[in-house]
């Protein structure tokens, strides 16, 4: 293991520059790489953010040259930078400064001497360039080279730390693919690692909106009042797609929805919505108040609080859909979930007896990612005569994608002399206030990385707590393949098997549409 963490450098403030870097991306001729790292560097240079003295090394096996890499990057940046414009122009200027900073070594990741002529590049670079001699080093590759990226990283004496520098790794998911292997995972790289240089990216975590439900909660005086179980109904929290599976079919036939999505993703926002205030805006203070959270979650019965479903042919707009079977690459008698909805408990002060409602899905009839907080209603009803019962009880959504903002309905006096009454909707979209900056998502998580913030990344001990909830459903489908699955028109609501899990309580699903 390196030394602990002594590097003394200034508390950095969101906003400056970050400090002198090198930026090591393993897997750098991958699709993650240029779909979406190099496009976020682009803007982080555009914005000021990146360090003046910075240099990026690509390693993959690929044989190219320092000049042959930057080429490719070059089209892909150009490609992304004009779909995603948001009416900027292209920034040449900074974009080929980013450029003359790159590099590219060639080699097999199992090979000690890639290792060895990284250190070689590294100690170069900051002879030659003044990159200082701090690095990060960005696994962009598949999990299975994780820890062994890790080890050889050590071994080659690559991550020790000291008071000039710091030596961060970011290590991309999926972590794991369930309790046991990520907590080997965590486990093997803790060996060479302190926790606090491993950044485990949850790119789901940068989005703005998924950060502005700390700032919703914390920064406003008026919800945290109401919000627990003295006037909390249930919570749902929705992460539908419209796609399907699309060129991803390996990929998805050996982890399915529960795996992709609800660990990482859904988690974090369950553990948003309902983490305890913590004490402090630091990385620790958040991250552990969220693991709590995750701590208290009941872990999952699955005979009595999941569905999982499978979309079958359906449409959309009048355009047929394909099911999941006949999609190119997947098995026809695939039995994997391309759905899954789950009732929730967490015990704690704070939420004992309110359910959360959770479900995620490919082929839904809308893109929606949302989570419905849904009030409780008056104690008793002022207007018997008229139809306030069949109001809807008061919601407030807030909303994530993909039109970012919040909603609040509520009953309102329709206007005339009968008292009657009907639903409204305070609607707030935060392209009414805020210009969308051009983002990837991987800019406040890569730029946190270099000013060394980790409150976005993902601690050992939350990925844990995470596979713990699912871990019992993923034992009766590993014991059972065909279990509890459901078949679902594609452009629907999803099984209707997981009306019933609202149902038996009263309650039921927003509707998509
Ligand atoms: N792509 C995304 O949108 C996305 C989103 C979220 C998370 N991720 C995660 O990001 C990571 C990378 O994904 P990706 O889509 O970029 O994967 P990828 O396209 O397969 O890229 C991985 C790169 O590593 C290279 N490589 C494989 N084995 C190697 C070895 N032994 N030595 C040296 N180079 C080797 C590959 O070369 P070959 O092409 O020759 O195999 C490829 O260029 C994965 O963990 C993934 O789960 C990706």
């Known amino acids: 293991m390196s030394t602990p963490l002594t590097n003394t450098a200034k508390r950095l403030v969101h906003g400056d ?74 920034d040449e200027t900074h974009w080929k400064h980013l450029l003359s900073q790159v590099s590219y070594v060639r080699g097999d990741f199992n090979d000690p001497d890639l290792y060895r002529t990284l250190k070689q590049r590294l100690d170069g670079e900051n002879r030659n360039h003044a990159t200082s001699e701090n690095a990060i080093f960005y696994l962009a590759v598949a999990s299975r080279f994780f820890g062994l990226v890790v080890d050889h990283l050590g071994q080659a004496g690559l991550v020790e730390e000291g008071p000039e520098r710091y030596r ?22 803790l060996r060479t690692l302190h926790e606090d240089q491993v950044y485990r990216m949850d790119h789901f975590l940068g989005k703005e909106t ?81 693991t709590k959270a995750l701590d208290a979650v009941h872990v999952i019965n699955p005979l009595t609080d999941i569905v999982r479903g499978q979309y079958r042919n359906g449409s959309r707009d009048g355009k047929d859909l394909k099911g999941y079977r006949e999609e190119d690459g997947i098995q026809p008698e695939s039995l994997n979930e391309t759905y899954v909805a789950m009732k929730l408990g967490v015990d704690s002060w704070r939420w004992s007896g309110v359910p959360f409602y959770l479900r995620t899905g490919k082929r839904m009839a809308q893109r929606s990612t949302e989570i419905s907080i849904e009030f ?89 707590a995470g596979w713990r909830i699912v871990q019992p459903y993923l034992d009766l489908c590993k014991a059972q393949p065909d ?13 209707t098997k997981a009306d019933a899990l609202l149902e038996t309580s009263g309650r039921k699903w927003r509707k998509l549409s």
């Not at 929705?238 to 991803?248: F, L």
């Not at 660990?263 to 369950?270: C, K, W």
């Not at 329709?414 to 409204?424: D, Y």
């Open 17 to 90: 520059k970050a400090p002198s870097c090198n930026l090591v991306i393993f897997g750098a001729g991958g699709d993650l790489t240029r779909r979406l790292l190099m496009p976020a560097l682009y803007n982080l240079v555009r914005t000021g953010l990146l360090p003046d003295r910075f240099s990026l090394i690509g390693v993959d096996r690929q044989d190219l040259t320092d000049e042959g890499f930057r080429d490719r990057l070059d089209q892909s940046v150009r490609s992304f930078a004009s779909e995603k414009s948001y009416s900027v122009e292209f």
């Open 168 to 189: 961060r790794v970011i290590i991309e998911k999926p972590f794991g693919n369930d309790y046991e292997s990520a907590r080997a995972l965590n486990q093997q790289i």
């Open 210 to 290: 998924v950060q502005n439900i700390m700032v919703k909660r914390f920064a406003n005086g008026i919800f945290e009042p109401l919000w627990n179980r003295n006037h909390i109904d249930h919570v749902q929290i929705t992460v539908a797609e419209t796609v399907g599976v699309e060129s991803r079919a390996g990929f998805y036939e050996a982890t399915g929805a529960m795996r992709d999505m609800v660990p990482n993703h859904v988690f974090q926002l369950l553990a948003l919505i309902c983490m305890e205030p913590p004490n402090s805006f630091c990385a620790d203070a958040i991250r552990t108040e969220k």
């Open 376 to 464: 409780k209603r008056p104690p008793f009803s002022l207007f018997r005569d008229t139809q306030t019962e069949e109001l809807e009880p008061n919601t407030l959504i807030l909303k994530l994608q993909p039109d970012e903002g919040a909603s609040l309905a509520f009953g309102a006096k329709i206007p005339g002399p009968a008292i009657q009454l009907g639903q409204v909707h305070m609607d707030f979209h935060y392209k009414d206030y805020f210009q969308n900056a051009p983002s990837t998502g991987y800019e406040t998580l890569i730029y946190d990385c270099m000013i060394g913030d980790a409150t976005l990344f993902q601690r050992a001990d939350s990925v844990e």
């Open 483 to 495: 279990a509890l699955l459901e078949f679902y028109p594609a452009g629907g609501q999803g099984p």
